[in-house]
Structures are given as C-alpha cells and as structure tokens.
C-alpha cells in the first residue's frame, strides 16, 4: 500500500494532466493536416484568391477575439465548460465548411469559430490548458511538463501535415474531383472537434482555477487582479516579440528560399518537416537550462543567438550553408516558449491563469498580424528581399534586452523555483 502511495507521490501527470496532453495531440494533429489542404479545398469549390485571402484574415482576427473572450472568463465560469465550447465551435466550422462554399456563410463562420489556416495553436485551447496543467502538477517540474506538452503538439502537427498530403495524394490518384478529394480532411477536423468536446467532460474539478477572492471580485478586469500590471508588461513585450517573428513566418521563408535559390514545394516541404523536428526537439533542453540557469536567463540567452543566426541566414553564399544556418537555428529556437509558458503562470496568481495565458497569446497574435504584409513589400523587390531577417533579428533581439532589463531580477511570488 504504500508503495502505491510513493508512486502516485511520484507520477507528475495526474488524470487530467494525460488528458490535457492528449487532447493536445489530437488537435494539433487535425491543425496539420487542415493546415496542408485548407487554401486547396477553399479554391476547389469556387473561391478566389482574393475571397480566401480576406476568410483567412477574418479567421486569425475572430479567433484573437473569441479566444480573448473564452479565456478571460474561463477561471470565472469554468475552464472545462470554456474548453468545451472552443472544441464545439472548431466542430462547427469544418461541419459547415464540408458541405458550403457560399463565401458570405464560410466568413461568418469562420469568424466566430475555431480554424486554423496553419499548423500553429489557434483558439482558446491553449492558454487554458496551460493554466489547468500547471493547477495540476508540482511548481518545479511545471517547465518540463510544458516543453514535452510542446513536443507532443509539434509531433503531432507534423504527423498530421504527413498524412494529410498523403490521404491527399491517394483520393486524387483514385479520381476523386479536387474539392472531393480534400472534403474527408475537412470533414475529419469537424469530427474531431466533436471527439474533444467529449474528452473535455472527462476533466476532474482539479483542473479548475481557485475562487477569485472577494477582495478581488470588484476589481477585476479581462480576469485579471493583483497581476494585472506584469500581465500587461508581458504582454507588450511578448508582442514586440511576435512582431518580429511575423516577417519570417514559414510561408515568408519558404518563399524566400524559392526565389533566392528555385527550390521546389517538395525539397522546400523536406527542409521544413526536419526543421519542424528539430526546434520540437529544442524544447526538451529548456528544462534543464531553466533548472540550472532560471527561466527569464533560458529564455533570453537561448533566444539570442537564435536571432543572430536568423540574421545570418541571407548572408549565407550558397544554398547548403543557408539551410545549415537556417536548421541550426532551429535547434535552439524554440528553447524560450515553454519557459516564456512556464514564467508566464509563476508571476500571476493561480485565478489568474487563463486569463494572463490568454491575454498574453492574443497579444502575440496581434503583433504578429502587422509584420507579414510589410514582409510582402519587401519580398515584391529584388534589392529587399532579404530585409525580412534582418528585421526579424534586429526586433527580437530588442525584445531579449528589455526582457531581461525588466524582469530579470522580478522573482515568481507563485513558485519558489522553475
């Protein structure tokens, strides 16, 4: 018996927290593999360019907006009951996608539902399972379970993108017209959806954020309280941050990569998937360096050699030592998001979580919403195609000196060690 007591004192993951990962994994899944035949399917069955442009702007903002609304009310009103709706609108949008193309209806949709047009993290999902595992398991093993929480979502995001192409690939040898041979992926990400709505039900009340106190029931604002101040100071950091990181999405690179060197979709889709692979594989270490070093000197001081090397990048002579540079990045370039994820949950208080984890991510959404169209002037022009990096480097390595400059001596008054 209480050999059975140490294991349990000793298993990180409770119920929920495996349930949390493996939700995770499913959506990311469905995000790759819609990420590879959206655009595709939009064009089959009769939009333009122009329309599905304008859908998938109208996506990213009504995803910043019901995600911001979804996770600031998620520790009032219950995160589980929040996460289920996410998964009920993300059923929503690939239901009525399978079986419209009426543009008008698709953009409503897409407005107020939960789609992703790549194979990033979109909606509510996210910042509320960030605050419900960190209810859930020990201060100090927070950093570690949030980087194989963003191993098994990159993993599973990749995976998707792999067999989406090739369920792709099998219906269109088989004759199936192009809308037909992209419809079972959109339908799948519908029935997905469904299938997290009822993995959602299955959470315990411990994943439940505490009772905001009645000192504080007054005062708060978008869910937030006593933390609202380093909140916002994150937030604006976190910003300038994806700002930069929106001039070298993966759409700008690989296009970039195209034009300076003629690769074609598939060794450009080659160099992306190993790429992919290795920043996954980066986040693994963060843990450690967090435990030795702390979590804002993991953060700064794996970003910016990141940065240095992105700024290399278009420098590089010929097309070996670009890739190289460009994978050598990747390898430490994802160190910082489950140490950001992670300080991000120490610094507020524990009712504050979804919110600060949503606020935080709708900041870096919109930040990163300006940069790629001013990318797309400079990618029009010969003599300034490779300003993107450059100004990529340039504002992240602003955004790692005022991280550290403001909060490098600001201790976690929720933890006592990352």
Not at 121 to 146: H, M, N
Request: charged letters at 15%; hydrophobic letters at 55%; glycine letters at 8%.
């Amino acid at each position: 018996m209480k050999e059975n007591d140490r294991c349990r004192n000793h298993r990180v993951l409770t119920s929920d927290g495996l349930l949390l990962f493996a939700t995770r994994g499913v959506r990311m899944f469905a995000y790759g593999f819609l990420s590879v035949v959206l655009v595709l399917y939009l064009k089959a069955v009769g939009l333009s360019e122009e329309q599905i442009g304008f859908l998938l702007t109208m996506t990213l903002l009504g995803d910043t907006v019901i995600s911001l609304w979804i996770t600031t009310a998620a520790d009032r009103i219950g995160r589980k009951k929040m996460l289920i709706l996410g998964a009920l609108l993300m059923a929503l949008v690939g239901g009525v996608f399978a079986v419209t193309g009426n543009f008008s209806l698709l953009v409503i949709v897409a407005t107020i539902g939960v789609l992703s047009p790549s194979d990033k993290e979109v909606g509510p999902f996210l910042s509320i399972e960030q605050a419900a595992l960190t209810q859930t398991i020990p201060d100090k093993k927070r950093t570690a379970v949030f980087a194989w929480y963003n191993l098994v979502g990159s993993l599973a995001a990749a995976l998707g993108a792999l067999l989406g192409g090739f369920a792709c690939h099998y219906f269109l040898a088989r004759g199936a017209a192009e809308s037909n041979a992209y419809r079972p992926l959109v339908v799948a990400y519908a029935v997905i959806g469904l299938l997290l709505a009822v993995g959602f039900t299955r959470l315990s009340p411990a994943a439940e954020s505490p009772r905001i106190s009645d000192d504080h029931q007054g005062s708060a604002w978008l869910g937030l309280h006593r933390s609202r101040a380093v909140v916002l100071r994150l937030s604006a950091l976190f910003a300038l941050d994806a700002f930069g990181g929106g001039f070298i999405i993966q759409s700008i690179v690989a296009y970039w990569f195209h034009v300076r060197f003629n690769l074609d979709p598939a060794v450009l889709g080659s160099i992306f998937f190993v790429a992919n692979l290795f920043a996954a594989a980066s986040a693994l270490g963060a843990a450690t360096l967090a435990k030795r070093f702390g979590l804002i000197n993991t953060m700064v001081f794996t970003h910016l050699p990141s940065n240095v090397l992105l700024i290399l990048v278009p420098l590089m002579p010929n097309l070996t030592l670009a890739v190289t540079v460009l994978l050598i990045r990747f390898c430490i370039s994802q160190m910082d998001v489950p140490t950001r994820q992670s300080y991000t949950m120490a610094v507020v208080h524990p009712d504050e979580r979804s919110a600060a984890a949503g606020i935080t991510t709708v900041a870096r959404s919109v930040g990163a919403a300006i940069s790629p169209t001013l990318a797309g002037f400079c990618l029009a022009h010969p003599g300034t195609i490779n300003v993107p990096f450059f100004v990529a480097g340039g504002v992240k390595i602003v955004y790692d000196l005022l991280l550290y400059r403001a909060f490098v001596s600001h201790k976690p008054d929720s933890v006592s060690a990352p």
